[in-house]
């Protein structure tokens, strides 16, 4: 190549550059930054869970609850923590159950009572009473009725003055508390549960209508509710048994098993 040619080509080259870096300048532009991406991991507690599912009544233990890591932004009011408590473990050993806790939910105070050996009045919220009634197959919906379950208590007796008897609904919406259950044989060999005590929570006059109904009944028969229906009122009952039946309430007289009629109750 000539060396005119090579001087006009260098020429050429050194002007493309100052031309571009020219530009550059005019338009501010700026060359191109490396931009680095920091991820920031959120801050974490340990918080109580319970270790498998635990039902009302149970006693919890160091198998039964374990620490498991959790977002600090989602605690709740009522977990515990292990900065709060880093000893939780061991100072809730034999606590009871109070209300029926699912594997990895958190350990809360509500759903737990003291550690003594009274069971029953450790499941027994403040005002209420645990009162007990005898059922049967036949008067516990088949050994379908189990703790927490909601049921209506019907109270069957006979009716002297007019024959038949008198079916009348005397609670409503009772929890269970337990249920007293044995293991019984059939003739087929197969065991079968069957309760024959069912523990009831019910307010003070609920407690003394049931105590009048057990005198008066022939039966007591648990009727078993929707859990749907476990909202409703759980606070009435037939009180006018406690006034030696001069209330009203609606009954049903019963010939051959069939209804005859349907009348208030009368004064006595």
Do not use: C
């Amino acid at each position: 190549m000539k060396p005119t040619r090579i001087i006009i080509l260098a020429v050429a080259v050194a002007a493309a550059g100052l031309a571009g870096l020219l530009a550059m300048r005019l338009s501010g532009a700026k060359a191109p930054e490396m931009v680095q991406t920091v991820v920031q991991k959120e801050p974490t507690v340990r918080v109580l869970v319970s270790a498998e599912n635990l039902p009302v009544g149970s006693r919890l233990n160091d198998k039964a609850m374990q620490w498991v890591v959790w977002p600090k932004s989602g605690i709740a009011e009522g977990f515990i923590t292990d900065a709060s408590r880093p000893d939780a473990i061991k100072e809730l050993q034999g606590t009871v159950v109070r209300m029926p806790m699912f594997k990895g939910e958190p350990v809360r105070a509500e759903k737990i009572a003291d550690s003594s050996s009274r069971i029953m009045a450790s499941l027994l919220p403040s005002g209420k009473r645990a009162v007990s009634t005898e059922i049967s197959v036949a008067t516990g919906a088949g050994g379908f009725v189990l703790p927490n379950d909601r049921v209506d208590i019907i109270m069957v007796r006979e009716n002297k003055d007019g024959g038949g008897y008198i079916t009348e609904n005397i609670l409503s919406n009772i929890r269970v508390l337990a249920i007293d259950q044995q293991i019984h044989e059939s003739e087929d060999g197969k065991k079968a549960v069957v309760g024959t005590t069912a523990t009831l929570e019910l307010t003070p006059d609920q407690a003394k209508v049931i105590a009048v109904a057990q005198q008066m009944a022939e039966r007591l028969t648990l009727a078993l509710r929707s859990v749907a229906d476990s909202q409703e009122a759980d606070t009435a009952a037939a009180d006018y048994l406690l006034r030696g039946g001069d209330g009203k309430a609606d009954i049903q007289v019963i010939k051959s098993g069939t209804v005859v009629k349907n009348t208030p109750a009368q004064a006595k």
